[in-house]
C-alpha cells in the first residue's frame, strides 16, 4: 500500500476511541434513547476492541523498554478501575486490564524457552481474564494478532475469531441479541476493515491519550448521568460495594 494513501495509526485510533465513546454511551444513557440508537451506539463498539489488540501488539514491537510499557499499562489501569465499576454497575476489571494480560502473553511468548511453560501461563492469563471487561476472548485476540503477523493477510484470522463469537448469541433472540451479533460480528468486519486500510505510519502522536482517555471519558459520563450530584454518586457507589 502507498504510505501516503491509507489511515495511520492516530487515525484509527481516533475513531476507535470515538465508537467506545459511543457503545458507554449506550450502556449509561439506553434507557433514554429509542432502538434505533441504542442499538447504533452500543454496536459500533465492536470495533474498538480489535484495534486495541492490534495496535497494543505494535506497541510491543516497537517498545523500547517493554517494563515501562507495562507498569504505565497497569497505572491506567488501576486508575480506570473506579470509573469502570461506577459506570457499569459492576465489580470486574475493565478493558485495560484485559490488555495488560495480553501484554503479558506477548512478554512470555517472547522470552519463555520452554513451549510448555508458555501454554500453561498463557492458559492462566485467559483464565484470570475471565474477571475483566472482554473476558477469555481479549487475550486471546491479542495472542491471535501475534501469531497471525506474518501472515499474508493479519487481520483476518482474529477478526473471523471475533466474529464467529456472534454465533453463541444468535439464537437468543431479542433485541439485546441483535446488538451482540452486530457488536460481535459486525464490528469484526468495521475493524478489519479499517486495519485492511492502515498504511503503517504512526500519524500524529498519541501520546499517552489512547489510554488515558478511558477513565477521564467514564467520570464525565457518569458525572452527567449522575447529574453532577455528590449524593447520586454516593448511592451508586454504595449499590455496587455496599
Known amino acids: 500500500m502507498n504510505k501516503n494513501r ?11 476511541i470515538l465508537a467506545m465513546s459511543a457503545n458507554h454511551i449506550s450502556h449509561l444513557f439506553g434507557a433514554n434513547l429509542s432502538d434505533f440508537w441504542l442499538v447504533a451506539l452500543y454496536s459500533i463498539g465492536g470495533i474498538t476492541f480489535p484495534i486495541m489488540a492490534f495496535f497494543l501488539n505494535e506497541g510491543f514491537r516497537y517498545t523500547r523498554n517493554l517494563r515501562k510499557y507495562e507498569m504505565r499499562l497497569c497505572f491506567w489501569a488501576i486508575l480506570s478501575f473506579l470509573p ?4 457499569f454497575e459492576v465489580v470486574a476489571g475493565n478493558v485495560l486490564f484485559t490488555l495488560l494480560l495480553g501484554l503479558l502473553v506477548l512478554d512470555l511468548r517472547q522470552n519463555l524457552k520452554q513451549h510448555w511453560q508458555f501454554i500453561v501461563l498463557y492458559l492462566l492469563l485467559v483464565l484470570v481474564s475471565g474477571f475483566c471487561d472482554w473476558p477469555y476472548v481479549g487475550v486471546v485476540l491479542v495472542f491471535l494478532f501475534a501469531r497471525c503477523r506474518n501472515y499474508k493477510d493479519p487481520y483476518l484470522v482474529p477478526c473471523i475469531a471475533q ?7 444468535l439464537g437468543e433472540g431479542g433485541l439485546a441479541s441483535l446488538m451482540d451479533v452486530l457488536f460481535l460480528a459486525g464490528g469484526a468486519l468495521v475493524s478489519y476493515l479499517l486495519l485492511k486500510c492502515y498504511n503503517g505510519q504512526k500519524g500524529r502522536s ?4 489512547f489510554y488515558a482517555y478511558y477513565p477521564l471519558h467514564l467520570v464525565l459520563l457518569i458525572l452527567i448521568a449522575c447529574n453532577f450530584r455528590f449524593d447520586a454518586i454516593c448511592a451508586r457507589f454504595l449499590k455496587i460495594f455496599g
Not at 491509507?6 to 476507535?16: E, H, P, T, V
Not at 469502570?84 to 459506570?87: E, M, R, S
Open 6 to 16: 491509507g489511515l495511520d495509526a492516530f487515525s484509527i485510533k481516533l475513531i476507535a
Open 206 to 209: 498519541m501520546g499517552q491519550l
Open 84 to 87: 469502570f465499576c461506577l459506570a
Open 163 to 169: 466474529a464467529a463469537m456472534s454465533l453463541t448469541v
